[in-house]
């Protein structure tokens, strides 16, 4: 690291090698590129998206990555060599640089990225020239844009040239298939817009009479600049050269670029903007990448709305609106530093512009929503925009059945995906209806109709309930619902793939769902069902505790030839961490059982950076269990911590009465506690990961699959309805903290059912559960539900811990 790279970096909150959370938490600093992994940013408007790496790695993708891509990416999260990337040179000398690090990986002055909500900004400086490069998406209309800010630090004039370049790759991303997909592309450039623009006569659909290869890419993509080019060019070979790399193209030896456009090359694109600059002044460059859909919007309009300084300048602060809309609604203050920052800021952004939105990320590129996964997710709305939760609620009903099975998955593009074997699956539905209605009584929706994938259509109430029926008639002999092809955990795919395995989990899953819903029933007037669901529950739980208690704990599954999986018989994978804590979140367990499967878990499953999913890790392959067996050992399912469900330990050891149990858990998967080791842990410190190599791992506590998991709106919902204790009911909003007994107050500020409360909790009792009195603006109130106002004020709400 330089001198003057020294000289100037700052410092901020969990400081490692690599960089620091700003003050106010909603900043990520990096202040080497050299990071253990790509430490990257997913940016999204809900419609079109991007992801770039703290090296300037990335592409881009519209509606999602898999079906619709417009920039090339070839996974690779070690080499991190693909992007849309901008190289500086200085025509006199011929030095050239990227205003990322890569790809040309220069020997800089300065250099820093800010991962921020909705933007990243790159700086730099090389040979006195400081670059600032500002990468977002608007929040209104289908592109991005790439603001580019060059300063001369030198003490003399300099002649400088700025180039773009990046390979287009429209539609499905088939990388092995890139020799045929190529020649199907056509670019032009537009000496009147500045911009290049690209069709292509290929998408890997049918047509409307089934022939395959038959559709046009229905879009025009763009690559535009804010003033005229010196010169342009859309084909790899002349910028790159044959036998070239991106690191040292053709393009910056020569003068200016080639000017080759048309259907016979390898399309990419690339504008090359003249800078000179006096010492001590700036210029500014905008350049705009996106695709406009034909029929419906046009993409020259698109170019001049967008493609000028001021645009760039206007369109970053409505970034800056549109995000605060939708995490600045909620904020906790508390003695924890990570917990707030996590819970104010990144958890909410991750689930939303990655998990909801983009659906796609370095380790993972999706073409589709989850049948359950996206519904969880859509959670991370209640306290800022339930309308959108409402929006996949419906969604989701669409994709039922009439039997009432559903999609495990489908695509987002014409739809379409498996129809699920998944035992699971088809129940969230009514899972997330209870978290919807709690928080905003909107009973309406259970009269929305939306259709069934096979025809006819139900209201969301009757989808729910075909759900609920389905699963009834998924049972053994001995009352506990089977496992199918899988449960929540898709590696036990071999359990009960013929009907006869048994899901204890599935069972104490079931068993909450049947008592939250069934007063919905009952207050619609389906007392028949409602009666059903109540019997149901009282034998499931019988069932469940007289086949499923394994004397410490309780088992996971029964396979379909009925050997236990998850039991202290078994050599490996002797105890399952779901079945111990949905035992007590579903009140399956009493409180004794309950005691015991949660000591179970502290036991054998809470380890240094979570709990883990099961103990010990299969070694060897187990055909009659499934995949999971064939992760290598301590790796994801198989014996390491997978984040989602170590979310729900929390949940757990808080309602078996364990605070100190359950703040634990927390602060071991918050991100910002791993930034002490970040060559060990790998992941990003400012978002969640998918797993954490166990301890049989000869990299334990490496984390992986980060941005894109479910785990995000999960620990967001663990520390505001379960640390800090509110949450929606029915009645109101319920407050009843669990929190470490050495915390002496916090604040939290949420809007319900359209009032805002500032709840202000003193604890100088120093206890970790009880509250003493609480007074809503200065009255003290019965109980701890606070007033359901729906007023449109701001209410001031003083609880008393003791």
């Given at each position: 690291m330089s001198t003057i790279q020294n000289q100037t970096q700052q410092t901020g909150l969990f400081q490692n090698e690599y960089g620091y959370f700003t003050e106010n938490g909603r900043e990520y600093v990096i202040t080497n590129p050299r990071t253990p992994r790509p430490w990257s940013n997913i940016i999204s408007n809900g419609d079109y998206s991007f992801m770039v790496s703290q090296a300037g790695g990335g592409c881009s993708w519209r509606g999602n990555a898999g079906q619709n891509r417009i920039t090339r990416l070839f996974q690779d999260v070690i080499k991190d060599s693909w992007g849309k990337f901008i190289y500086l040179r200085d025509r006199n000398s011929g030095k050239f640089w990227s205003a990322g690090w890569k790809p040309v990986m220069a020997e800089y002055e300065f250099y820093e990225v800010r991962h921020g909500i909705g933007y990243s900004v790159f700086t730099q400086q090389v040979d006195g020239i400081r670059s600032e490069l500002t990468v977002f998406v608007a929040p209104d209309a289908p592109l991005e844009i790439m603001q580019l800010k060059v300063t001369n630090n030198s003490t003399t004039a300099r002649e400088l040239d700025a180039t773009t370049y990046f390979e287009w790759a429209p539609g499905f991303a088939p990388d092995e298939h890139r020799e045929f997909h190529k020649i199907f592309m056509n670019s032009e450039y537009k000496q009147d817009l500045n911009a290049i623009q690209l069709e292509k006569y290929l998408w890997s659909f049918p047509d409307e009479k089934g022939r395959s290869n038959n559709v046009s890419w229905p879009y025009t993509a763009f690559h535009a600049a804010s003033e005229t080019p010196s010169s342009f060019d859309a084909d790899k070979e002349s910028f790159v050269g044959m036998y070239g790399e991106e690191s040292r193209p053709q393009a910056m030896i020569d003068k200016e670029l080639a000017g080759n456009s048309g259907r016979f090359g390898d399309a990419t694109a690339s504008l090359r903007v003249a800078i000179n600059l006096e010492a001590g002044a700036s210029h500014t460059v905008v350049f705009t990448i996106g695709?406009?859909?034909?029929?419906?919007?046009?993409?020259?309009?698109?170019?001049?709305?967008?493609?000028?300084?001021?645009?760039?300048?206007?369109?970053?602060?409505?970034?800056?609106?549109?995000?605060?809309?939708?995490?600045?609604?909620?904020?906790?203050?508390?003695?924890?530093?990570?917990?707030?920052?996590?819970?104010?800021?990144?958890?909410?952004?991750?689930?939303?512009?990655?998990?909801?939105?983009?659906?796609?990320?370095?380790?993972?590129?999706?073409?589709?929503?989850?049948?359950?996964?996206?519904?969880?997710?859509?959670?991370?709305?209640?306290?800022?925009?339930?309308?959108?939760?409402?929006?996949?609620?419906?969604?989701?009903?669409?994709?039922?059945?009439?039997?009432?099975?559903?999609?495990?998955?489908?695509?987002?593009?014409?739809?379409?995906?498996?129809?699920?074997?998944?035992?699971?699956?088809?129940?969230?539905?009514?899972?997330?209806?209870?978290?919807?209605?709690?928080?905003?009584?909107?009973?309406?929706?259970?009269?929305?109709?939306?259709?069934?994938?096979?025809?006819?259509?139900?209201?969301?109430?009757?989808?729910?309930?075909?759900?609920?029926?389905?699963?009834?008639?998924?049972?053994?002999?001995?009352?506990?619902?089977?496992?199918?092809?899988?449960?929540?955990?898709?590696?036990?795919?071999?359990?009960?793939?013929?009907?006869?395995?048994?899901?204890?989990?599935?069972?104490?899953?079931?068993?909450?769902?049947?008592?939250?819903?069934?007063?919905?029933?009952?207050?619609?007037?389906?007392?028949?069902?409602?009666?059903?669901?109540?019997?149901?529950?009282?034998?499931?739980?019988?069932?469940?505790?007289?086949?499923?208690?394994?004397?410490?704990?309780?088992?996971?599954?029964?396979?379909?030839?009925?050997?236990?999986?998850?039991?202290?018989?078994?050599?490996?994978?002797?105890?399952?961490?779901?079945?111990?804590?949905?035992?007590?979140?579903?009140?399956?367990a009493d409180q004794e059982r309950g005691q015991q499967a949660m000591d179970s878990v502290s036991k054998h499953l809470l380890r240094d950076h979570g709990a883990l999913l099961l103990y010990p890790a299969y070694t060897k392959v187990r055909r009659d269990i499934g995949y999971i067996t064939r992760y290598a050992p301590g790796l994801r399912e198989n014996g390491g911590v997978y984040t989602h469900a170590a979310t729900w330990a929390v949940w757990a050891y808080t309602l078996i009465g364990q605070p100190e149990k359950a703040y634990e858990a927390y602060s071991k998967i918050c991100p910002p506690n791993r930034s002490d080791d970040p060559n060990g842990y790998v992941g990003e410190p400012y978002v969640t990961p998918g797993n954490s190599d166990g301890p049989i791992s000869p990299n334990y506590g490496r984390g992986g699959w980060t941005w894109y998991t479910g785990s995000s709106q999960w620990l967001q919902r663990m520390a505001t309805n379960w640390i800090l204790g509110v949450r929606a009911e029915n009645e109101g909003l319920l407050v009843d903290p669990s929190i470490p007994k050495d915390w002496k107050e916090f604040t939290y500020r949420r809007a319900f059912r359209g009032a805002t409360y500032n709840l202000h909790v003193d604890n100088a009792a120093g206890v970790a559960r009880g509250i003493k009195e609480i007074k809503v603006d200065g009255k003290v109130i019965e109980g701890n539900i606070l007033p359901d106002f729906r007023d449109g004020k701001e209410h001031e709400v003083k609880v008393i811990m003791g």
């Open positions: 695709a406009a859909e034909q029929e419906k919007e046009d993409a020259d309009a698109l170019i001049q709305k967008y493609t000028t300084v001021e645009a760039a300048e206007r369109t970053l602060q409505d970034v800056h609106a549109f995000w605060s809309e939708l995490i600045d609604v909620e904020e906790i203050h508390t003695p924890d530093p990570a917990m707030n920052i996590m819970t104010n800021v990144w958890l909410k952004y991750q689930s939303i512009s990655c998990r909801l939105w983009g659906k796609t990320a370095y380790y993972q590129t999706s073409a589709g929503y989850g049948y359950r996964d996206q519904l969880q997710d859509s959670q991370i709305f209640l306290t800022s925009k339930p309308e959108l939760m409402r929006k996949q609620i419906l969604m989701h009903a669409s994709q039922q059945f009439q039997e009432g099975d559903v999609l495990h998955w489908w695509f987002t593009i014409r739809g379409g995906g498996p129809r699920t074997r998944c035992s699971d699956d088809l129940l969230w539905l009514p899972f997330i209806m209870d978290a919807y209605l709690k928080e905003t009584q909107d009973y309406d929706i259970l009269d929305e109709v939306t259709p069934f994938l096979d025809g006819g259509e139900a209201t969301v109430y009757e989808h729910c309930k075909l759900a609920i029926e389905k699963t009834f008639l998924r049972f053994s002999p001995r009352g506990v619902p089977l496992m199918g092809e899988h449960d929540w955990n898709d590696g036990l795919s071999a359990i009960g793939y013929e009907w006869r395995g048994e899901s204890f989990w599935v069972g104490e899953f079931l068993y909450l769902i049947l008592g939250n819903f069934a007063p919905v029933a009952a207050k619609r007037g389906d007392q028949v069902f409602a009666d059903k669901m109540v019997e149901v529950q009282g034998s499931l739980k019988a069932a469940l505790n007289k086949y499923g208690w394994d004397g410490e704990w309780y088992l996971q599954a029964t396979n379909d030839d009925g050997l236990k999986v998850g039991s202290k018989e078994n050599e490996e994978g002797q105890i399952f961490l779901n079945p111990q804590m949905w035992a007590v979140i579903s009140g399956v």
